[in-house]
Each structure stands twice: as structure tokens, then as C-alpha cells.
């Protein structure tokens, strides 16, 4: 698995929670393995600028950049957080899953993708991953618009896998928070028709931060 070095998307404003909640379907990973192309899925994040007033144009900004750098994101809307306090955009970014041997995988449009990686177990290897340019692509960011900054301690990955097969599958996770409670490791059997939330710990978001990829855990169909 090619080991990206990347940051990840954009907490403006350095006192916000950022979570990255992008959601994974199983039918989807199975696809993948099957055919070995790639899925892409929309990712719809919460973004916050620095006013109601100028949300448009600073968010239009930054997928303008991303834009240059090959990463799709379009805007959805603008308005205010609960407390009416912060300015808050919604936009549309794109996901995808991939066989982490793809060799297409350096001109992908998705800012992140769920890598798949066959192990000798017969299990599949989970991997959240960056997009190859992110890193050049935030910098850029950072240099045209004041008010962009990064807090990566701020920064949480909340994957959801959800089973819209007919058949359970198995799911294995390291050091990771499932369903709100933490494990060292865990193994969980996913029904048809359910979800299983899975939030990296601060050392699997550290080592995505530093090394641009982390491990979610394993499947077993």
C-alpha cells in the first residue's frame, strides 16, 4: 500500500470539532474485490467559515483549489451552527473504495478512499487513506486564504460500515472506539440491515496524520 503522506481536510477554525464520517457499504467492498474497480461514494461534511457573510465565497475558494489539484467537492449550502454562534458550510466531497493495488490510485478524485487489501487469512485488510495530492492541495489552502488553519488534535475519523447484503459478515478492529466503546481489539459480527460506527483512537488519526493512512481492522465475508 503506497504509504501517502497527507493532511486532511479543513478545520478552519482551530477551536472546532471536525469529524470525518464518511460511510462504507458492503455491498460496495464486495464489488470491488469482485470486478477491482473503483467505488466512489459521496462524503457530506460540515465545514466552518469565518461568517455567514463571506461562507460562499471562502468556501467557494477552497474547492476552487481542490478543484485545481484533481480532489471534486461542490457547495451545498451556508448557515449557522445550533447556537447560531459560527457559520457553518455544507458541501459535498467524494469518497472511494479501492483495491490499495490500484494503480489508478495517484489520479483519484476522492479526497480519501477506503483501501482493500487481501490478506493471507482470506480476510480483507480496511485502510483509510488520503488523496496523493491533499497535502500539496491544503498547503495551498493555507497560503491563499487567511482565515484556513489546520488543528489535526481536533480532527476525528468516524467510519461507518453498513451491511446492505443478505448475510452477516465479520469485522475485526485495533484500537479503535466501536459503537462509542473503546477496544484494543474487537471482533463483530455485523447483521444484514445494520451499521457499525468505528472512530480511530489518537493513535490510529496520529499515524494517519504522520504516515497519510491508518487501519481501520479487517472483514471476513
Known amino acids: 500500500m503506497n504509504k501517502v503522506k497527507a493532511i486532511v481536510l ?3 477554525l482551530s477551536a472546532c470539532q471536525f469529524d470525518v464520517t464518511p460511510t462504507f457499504y458492503v ?6 474485490i469482485e470486478a477491482g474497480d473503483t467505488i466512489s461514494v459521496p462524503l457530506v461534511m460540515s465545514v466552518p467559515a469565518s461568517s455567514l457573510d463571506e461562507c460562499q ?8 483549489i481542490l478543484q485545481t489539484f484533481g480532489i471534486k467537492g461542490e457547495m451545498q449550502s451556508c448557515s449557522t451552527d445550533e447556537n447560531n454562534i459560527f457559520a457553518v458550510a455544507s458541501i459535498e466531497l467524494e469518497a472511494a473504495v479501492m483495491s490499495v493495488e490500484d494503480p489508478e490510485q495517484d489520479r483519484m478524485k476522492s479526497v480519501l478512499a477506503l483501501g482493500l487489501e487481501k490478506n493471507d487469512d482470506g480476510s480483507y485488510g480496511l485502510y483509510i487513506a488520503a488523496n496523493q495530492k491533499l497535502e500539496d492541495a491544503m498547503n495551498a489552502i493555507e497560503a491563499a486564504l487567511v482565515f484556513a488553519s489546520l488543528d ?3 480532527v476525528d475519523f468516524i467510519v461507518t460500515l453498513n451491511n446492505d447484503t443478505r448475510k452477516e459478515v465479520s469485522i475485526s478492529t ?3 472506539f466501536v459503537n462509542g466503546a473503546p477496544y ?9 440491515r445494520s451499521e457499525l460506527n468505528i472512530r480511530a ?3 490510529g488519526t496520529n499515524l494517519f496524520f504522520n ?3 491508518y487501519e481501520v481492522g479487517s472483514i471476513v465475508f
Open 174 to 176: 485495533y484500537d479503535s
Open 184 to 192: 484494543d481489539a474487537g471482533e463483530f459480527v455485523l447483521k444484514p
Open 211 to 213: 504516515r497519510g493512512w
Open 152 to 154: 489535526a488534535s481536533n
Open 201 to 203: 483512537s489518537d493513535v
Open 10 to 12: 479543513f478545520c478552519f
Open 57 to 64: 465565497s471562502e468556501i467557494g475558494q477552497v474547492l476552487g
Open 27 to 32: 455491498r460496495d467492498i464486495q464489488d470491488v
